[in-house]
């Protein structure tokens, strides 16, 4: 299964569709906040595409939830934009949260920063800023394993 994860695209229309067009074979898009239009177009040109969104701390007047939880081939996700877990100083509350919450792997956005790492068998990834650094994240699940990555348009 593949899962791409943006974030950040702040109004980006044509990074996020060409980075579409380039993983349209997508099972899942995951997008992690702070968007604008961007994100009702792309969900209306690739109905066939699971989408899920989460609200970020510039998506003003959104209804989207802040926290998305969702399962791939026995793999737990969750996805947020991360504000609300204080990310930019540090993955203490983000991982406090998804020990509680006992997922696999956390997707989260806000710090504009892409990064991906394993910490006490949970996967903080953080696919950066798409609309601000042109970066995004491929993610496979296969049999279970987890396999990433962080791309530049």
């Known amino acids: 299964m593949k899962i791409i994860v943006v974030s950040d695209t702040h109004g980006s229309s044509r990074g996020f569709l060409k980075v579409m067009k380039l993983h349209k074979n997508a099972d899942i898009v995951v997008h992690c906040g702070d968007s604008r239009d961007e994100l009702d ?3 209306r040109l ?5 989408f899920y969104t989460v609200k970020g701390n510039c998506d003003f007047g959104s209804s989207l939830p802040v926290v998305e939880e969702f399962c791939v081939d026995g793999v737990r996700f969750m996805a947020t934009h991360g504000h609300i877990y204080n990310v930019k100083y540090g993955l203490f509350d983000i991982d406090r949260a ?4 006992k997922v696999d792997v956390v997707l989260y956005g806000h710090t504009h920063v892409a990064m991906d790492v394993v910490r006490d068998g949970i996967r903080f990834f953080n696919p950066g800023s ?4 042109g970066t995004f994240g491929v993610i496979e699940v296969k049999d279970g394993q987890v396999l990433s ?5």
């Open 130 to 133: 798409l609309g601000f650094g």
């Open 41 to 43: 177009t792309v969900k």
């Open 149 to 153: 990555s962080i791309a530049r348009l």
């Open 98 to 101: 998804a020990r509680e919450k």
């Open 46 to 50: 690739y109905p066939m595409i699971r």
